[in-house]
């Protein structure tokens, strides 16, 4: 019954090799039944896996094929289908099918309507080998997969020149990520003599590597979850993708692909758990994303903007979790993210569908009496994004929270630190998911006078995936309840694939209680507050916060791409530019003289090449003759 | 005494009985189309009989006539290389010699009998059988190039290759006699025991023997600097059999020359692996250079058969150990892709098997987008590209030349390759990218689009499930010549 779910990568390939070769002759709903079947499909098998493993301590390896094995090089591809993959899976496929659904309606008339399925299909496929795979290059197959996805679906509207530059721009900063991937995997090769992922993990308990090797693994894993999961400094990408169709932006970048590196540093999470200063920068890493990320998104004024830096902000939480030796707690963040933040950004596609394409909220508000189930499914995101008790979002971030504060992997200072710098982050989130939600939903109309004629509640296919996401938004923080309430499913699920032994301090029952109430009152502050602001304001210039040079600073995306404009691009330009010159002046004489020469022996080759039965006769006599005199030569020599 | 084992004989028995029945019965009736049918369905017998002696391999080394004819692992996986490459051959010439006005009733019969002489070069365990099944093949062969009879360069091809092959046959016998002087033997495994004996003292004889027999199977292999005749006799032949040629012929010269270095080439003083060293670097240079600067493709295949001659002699050196097992799976890409990509250009030039230059197939991807996909997959995979059958052959290669310590030879080998990539991708350039408003005709075909399609599907497969087939042809260590 588990095994059955290796097919399942093999289905949503199907699925996009139909629609990529056949999908042009096919009529329009049908591509996107196609797809959306595949992946329900692969749905289905992994909710079977899910089900078998239940009371098994062992996850399932399942034999694919030998790539080749030739003397020392083996390469077996097998999937690894383990407690963790699953719920991996059945988020990529559960919340893939969900959005696959949901594109039937958002995607009608386009005219890559079938290219885009076949993309979606594809992108599925890649996503199910990354967490399937048992060994790194298997899982690397999938990780370029997914992005190559991405970048061919962020620049899904090529046709616009800011769409292709953001898919390119998505591409280079993974290649970043990506090169450290296949760093990382040269050392594991080096150091422990395998490429299989539990293989590896074993050594590490077993064989005496010096920490210094361990560290520099962890580290170059840690630069390739960086560029997938966009954390500050490569998450540049991230805004730009929104140019994508919203849901890819739902599916790829808010509830899977970017999490993917937050997958693979809980996948190798004893290799982290041996490192405690790798540990200790994959929580930094984090802590200033999540900060400066909803820093940025109290600010912004696109509708899908605020929600991909608020994706940025969550991943950053994440990082945190890995970073406190807290895996369960992460993947449980991935869990409960997935469903609230695809739920948040399917409805702003619904609005952005609503309101004929346009995305800026300053020309938006008031929106909740004409799409009242996209707003009512909104509220319920925001609340759960903000952590409102009772909702998903609160038990997974509280989790992250209660574990930064008492995890015994970094050091003690950083407890307290990491704990405030999340409180005030949480603060922020409330306050811009608030500030998202009040703008577009209430207050008062600035609608265009196009939008307001063209505003509509979106088809039935888009708000039924909204329904089901929003109940998933509500319910899928009690897997996982605090320790000290019930027993927390979640991590103990977990702890069959994740075998790490860190210990947490155990802090007294009214502790836990004030912690949770503390964060109760972040979340409260947070919405009373941007409540309180922007039921205020009334005109439109007054929507921005402010004027002030930290109000431009946010704005303004901390500033980071201005920086790698004028530290990177334009370096690199104006070098390119030099080495143009170079090329032009210098290397292209050395070259035509190259090429001369190339050109003398072709030549040479081709007189001797004379047609000539005779001359051929006279060259093999003579090359036996050589070759009598080498031998000669030689045996007198040795 | 004699012992006579018709079951490993079968194989190239059942050509050989096909080759007769199709000859007779065309007599009759001239059809070569039914001559064609029969060809390939006798292939099918052979590869049933091979699959059969290759299932029972396991019950020790099956052979007949003493140890002059084996039928061991290596054997049976050329065998099987051969089967394929025939069949690919004659499913290439079966619309294109009819639109030619070639359809002779005695081509399939001729192609038939060359095949069966490959195998009984492939399964010959002693001198004699293999100057046996090399005659038979190249006989047949010489015809086969000079079937265009209203073509001079046909004529001249065949007439060219009949006598440089002759010239080169008698290097091989020469050498084949001295060897016999200083060894007293024919069998493989008997000259191996005399040649590592304690007492051996004619050396030199034996060095010279040799150097002899590396000539006349260098030139059937076509390695420099026996190489001249190739270019020449491939481009003038009738596009399918310079198929034939490249493929077949090929693998069974390569195939008797890999029991050869097994069996005691590998054995003798160590300059002759030196100057084997020294015609593989050469041929991997002379010929992908070769590549470089023709225009012609069906010439540039020519030339990049040369250049392939060259990767699979660096299998030569692991003989002993993974270089046969290696050979048959390079062999086996090679004779795909190849047949693939010959049977693209036969669809492509016209009567007089012109008009195949660059400029003819500028703009294929617009006209004809599968033809052109194809046409890209065997080019892709002849350069090595990754998850094509080329890469995983080039990969094995290199590994063998590497782990015996001929580490230059593959440095030559892996910069000839990156070299190699300009005139293999130069096509698929043309193809997609030149604007041009070429009305390209081409002649359909249904056999020769059933090869494309399946060269094409088996070329990706074998790159992405390499291990399966490779796998299949695990020989250990035992693979000198059995003795």
Not at chain 1, 570 to 588: I, S
Not at chain 2, 35 to 58: C, E, G, K, P
Not at chain 2, 335 to 340: H, K, L, S
Not at chain 2, 373 to 402: D, E, N, R
Request: glycine content about 8%; proline content about 3%.
């Amino acid at each position: 019954m588990i095994a059955l779910a290796a097919y399942a990568p093999l289905i949503a390939l199907v699925g996009a090799l139909i629609n990529g070769i056949f999908g042009r002759n096919l009529k329009e709903p049908l591509p996107g039944y196609i797809a959306s079947a595949a992946v329900f499909a692969a749905f289905v098998l992994s909710v079977m896996a899910f089900f078998g493993l239940q009371g098994q301590e062992h996850g399932s390896n399942v034999q694919l094929w030998q790539y080749l094995s030739a003397g020392n090089f083996k390469l077996n591809l097998a999937f690894n289908i383990d407690h963790l993959a699953v719920i991996m899976m059945m988020i990529i496929t559960g919340v893939g099918f969900l959005i696959h659904i949901y594109s039937i309606a958002y995607m009608h008339n386009d005219s890559g309507f079938s290219r885009y399925f076949s993309f979606l299909n594809l992108f599925i496929a890649s996503m199910l080998i990354l967490v399937m795979a048992d060994s790194f290059p298997l899982m690397f197959i999938g990780w370029e997969g997914v992005g190559v996805c991405s970048f061919l679906l962020i620049g899904f509207w090529y046709g616009i020149k800011a769409n292709a530059d953001a898919a390119r721009k998505a591409f280079i900063v993974n290649r970043i990520g990506d090169f450290g991937f296949l760093l990382a995997m040269f050392l594991t090769y080096k150091v422990f003599g395998t490429l299989n992922i539990a293989d590896m993990l074993g050594h590490i308990q077993v064989a005496r590597v010096l920490p210094a090797g361990l560290t520099a693994i962890a580290l170059l894993y840690l630069l390739a979850a960086m560029g997938k999961s966009a954390q500050m400094p490569l998450h540049v990408w991230l805004p730009d993708a929104m140019a994508g169709p919203t849901p890819v932006s739902a599916l790829i970048h808010a509830a899977t692909m970017v999490t993917a590196g937050v997958y693979l540093i809980a996948r190798i999470a004893p290799l982290f758990a041996a490192s405690p200063s790798a540990s200790m920068v994959v929580a930094w890493v984090g802590l200033i994303t999540a900060f400066v990320a909803a820093f940025i998104a109290l600010s912004q004024t696109d509708i899908k903007r605020i929600l991909a830096y608020s994706t940025l902000s969550q991943l950053g939480y994440m990082f945190v979790a890995l970073g406190c030796g807290a895996y369960w707690v992460a993947i449980f963040h991935v869990f409960t993210h997935a469903f609230f933040k695809a739920l948040l950004f399917l409805t702003s596609g619904s609005v952005i569908h609503a309101m004929g394409g346009e995305q800026d909220v300053e020309k938006m508000g008031g929106l909740h009496k004409y799409m009242k189930l996209t707003s009512i499914t909104a509220f319920i995101g925001t609340l759960a994004i903000a952590g409102v008790p009772f909702l998903s979002g609160f038990f997974s971030k509280d989790a992250i929270l209660a574990h930064a504060f008492t995890t015994t992997l970094a050091p003690v200072a950083l407890n307290y630190i990491a704990y405030i710098i999340l409180l005030v982050t949480a603060v922020m989130t409330a306050f811009y998911m608030m500030r998202w939600y009040y703008l577009v939903f209430l207050g008062k109309e600035r609608l265009s006078k196009e939008a307001k004629a063209h505003v509509h509640e979106s088809p039935s296919l888009m708000t039924m995936p909204l329904g089901v996401l929003a109940f998933l938004s509500v319910v899928a923080g009690y897997f996982g309840l605090p320790e000290f309430l019930a027993k927390n499913q979640f991590a103990s699920w977990l702890e069959n694939s994740i075998e790490v032994d860190i210990s947490f301090g155990h802090p007294p029952v009214w502790l836990e209680w004030t912690l949770i109430l503390i964060s109760v009152a972040a979340a409260a502050i947070g919405l009373g507050l941007a409540y309180w602001v922007y039921s205020r304001k009334k005109s439109k210039a007054m929507l921005r916060i402010s004027n002030s040079a930290i109000a431009k600073f946010s704005q303004s995306g901390a500033g980071f791409d201005g920086f790698y404009n004028a530290g990177i691009i334009k370096p690199a330009e104006e070098t390119a530019e030099g080495l143009a010159l170079l090329d032009a002046e210098v290397l292209d004489t050395g070259l035509s003289s190259l090429a001369l020469g190339v050109g003398l022996f072709a030549g040479l080759m081709r007189k001797i090449q004379t047609g000539y039965i005779r001359f051929y006769a006279l060259a093999m006599a003579l090359g036996f003759a050589v070759l009598v005199i080498l031998a000669a030569f030689w045996g007198k020599l040795s | 005494m004699i012992d006579i084992n018709w079951v490993v004989f079968a194989p190239a028995l059942s050509l050989i009985i096909a080759a007769s029945v199709s000859l007779l019965i065309t007599v009759f009736k001239k059809n070569t189309k039914l001559s064609a049918i029969i060809s390939l369905i006798a292939v099918a017998v052979a590869a049933a009989f091979n699959l059969q002696l290759f299932l029972n391999r396991a019950e020790g080394v099956q052979s007949s006539f003493g140890l002059e004819y084996l039928a061991d692992t290596p054997a049976l996986g050329f065998n099987f290389v051969i089967l394929i490459a025939t069949a690919l051959a004659i499913l290439i010439s079966y619309d294109y010699l009819e639109k030619r006005n070639l359809d002779q009733i005695e081509y399939y019969p001729l192609m038939l009998l060359s095949a069966s002489g490959a195998l009984v070069m492939v399964a010959a365990g002693g001198m004699i059988t293999l100057i046996l099944g090399l005659e038979i093949m190249s006989l047949a062969v010489y015809v086969l190039a000079a079937w265009k009879q209203d073509s001079p360069a046909s004529e001249e091809a065949g007439m060219k290759y009949f006598l440089l092959g002759a010239f080169a046959s008698a290097f091989l016998i020469y050498g084949i006699a001295m060897l016999f002087g200083a060894t007293g033997s024919f069998n493989y495994a008997a000259i191996a025991a005399s040649v590592s004996s304690d007492g051996f003292d004619k050396i030199f004889y034996a060095v010279l023997a040799s150097i002899l027999i590396l000539v006349g199977l260098g030139f059937k292999t076509a390695m420099f600097p026996f190489h001249q005749w190739a270019p020449d006799v491939y481009t003038g032949a009738p596009m399918p059999v310079t198929a034939f040629m490249s493929m077949v012929v090929k693998t069974a010269a390569f195939a008797a020359l890999f029991r050869i270095a097994a069996s005691f080439l590998l054995d003798m003083p160590s300059f002759i692996s030196q100057i084997l060293l020294i015609m593989i670097a050469l041929t991997m240079i002379v010929g992908n250079m070769g590549g470089l600067v023709q225009t012609s493709l069906k010439r540039m295949l020519a030339f990049s058969a040369v250049a392939h001659a060259g990767y699979l002699g660096l299998a030569l050196f692991a003989a002993k150990t993974v270089g046969i097992q290696a050979a048959v799976w390079y062999l086996t890409a090679y004779v795909i892709m190849n047949a693939g990509a010959f049977a693209v250009l036969s669809l492509i030039v016209d009567e007089n098997d012109q008009a195949d230059s660059l400029d003819d197939i500028a703009g294929l991807a617009k006209t004809h987008p599968a033809l052109a996909t194809a046409f890209s997959i065997f080019l892709f995979s002849l350069a090595g590209f990754p998850l094509f059958a080329g890469f995983i052959g080039k990969i094995l290669v290199f590994q063998a030349a590497i782990e015996n310590g001929y580490v230059l030879v593959a440095i030559i080998g892996i910069i000839t390759s990156l070299v190699a990539v300009v005139y293999y991708l130069r096509p698929v350039i043309v193809m997609y990218f030149k604007n041009t408003d070429n009305k390209i005709t081409i002649q359909p075909s249904m056999a020769t689009t059933i090869v494309i399609a399946v060269a094409a599907i088996v070329t990706v497969l074998l790159g992405i499930l390499p291990g399966w087939w490779y796998g299949l042809f695990e020989m250990g260590q035992r693979i000198v010549a059995a003795g």
